[in-house]
């Protein structure tokens, strides 16, 4: 994983940062606590966040879905966008780091935005499809990657025609261009990467920005 574009030289990053971004402090007070934990390498890259905001507003998204919260930057750049009446499902498994995530999300003051699921997400989407099928304007897939074709089969159902999906890590570090590495999850990225390619459903597009972003509007 990467917290910044791959490819790009520490001086070009810094410039497109300095002539793109525009981070809200609270974002970049929650960007650097995170940068504080072993795995904080887990966190998106602000450049990514902010083109995740941008989509948001492109789709006039009212009600989104997060798979995979972590210390919830991409949740909160995410509610920061969408309007007062907007909604963000959100997914993951860990009490420790979203508990940061909900002190954020306070201090910003869209926690009211924010529904939270503590539970394996497979579950929480099955639940989800029950009652929301078609209901969803965006989707977010950020978590374990041995889990990616199921979030995103339900992803599909879950968002209306016309939804986007959006998903990361889908370079992998560049891993999953070196046939050298063998490892489950980077041959199961592989799998997924194809099988998206091959996928009629959706229009697709992929972005080489962060550690690779893969977009799927639904036909």
């Known amino acids: 994983m990467t917290i910044k574009t791959l490819g790009l030289e520490q001086n070009l990053h810094e410039y497109l940062l300095s002539i793109s971004l525009r981070e809200p402090k609270i974002l970049t007070q929650l960007r650097q606590e995170t940068a504080q934990y072993p795995i904080g390498r887990m966190q998106i890259a602000p450049e990514q966040g902010q083109f995740l905001a941008l989509l948001v507003q492109l789709l006039a998204a009212k009600k989104t879905l997060e798979i ?34 909900r002190r954020y999300w306070q201090q910003a003051g869209v926690a009211d935005k924010i529904q939270l699921h503590i539970a394996p997400a497979l579950q929480t989407l099955d639940r989800l499809l029950a009652t929301e ?25 879950l968002v209306r025609p016309g939804g986007l999906i959006a998903i990361d ?31 009629q459903r959706v229009s697709l597009s992929l972005v080489a920005i962060a550690d690779g972003l893969t977009l799927a509007l639904k036909k």
């Open 169 to 199: 890590n889908v370079l992998w570090s560049g891993r999953v261009a070196d046939t050298q590495v063998q490892d489950n999850r980077t041959k199961r990225i592989r799998a997924f990467n194809q099988k998206l390619h091959q996928d």
């Open 68 to 101: 995979g919260v972590f210390t919830g930057y991409s949740s909160l750049v995410v509610a920061l966008a969408l309007p007062r009446d907007g909604k963000v499902v959100a997914c993951d498994i860990s009490e420790e780091f979203t508990t940061i995530a």
């Open 133 to 157: 099928a078609e209901t969803f304007d965006f989707a977010f897939i950020d978590a374990d990657k041995s889990n990616y074709d199921g979030y995103y089969e339900r992803s599909l159902q």
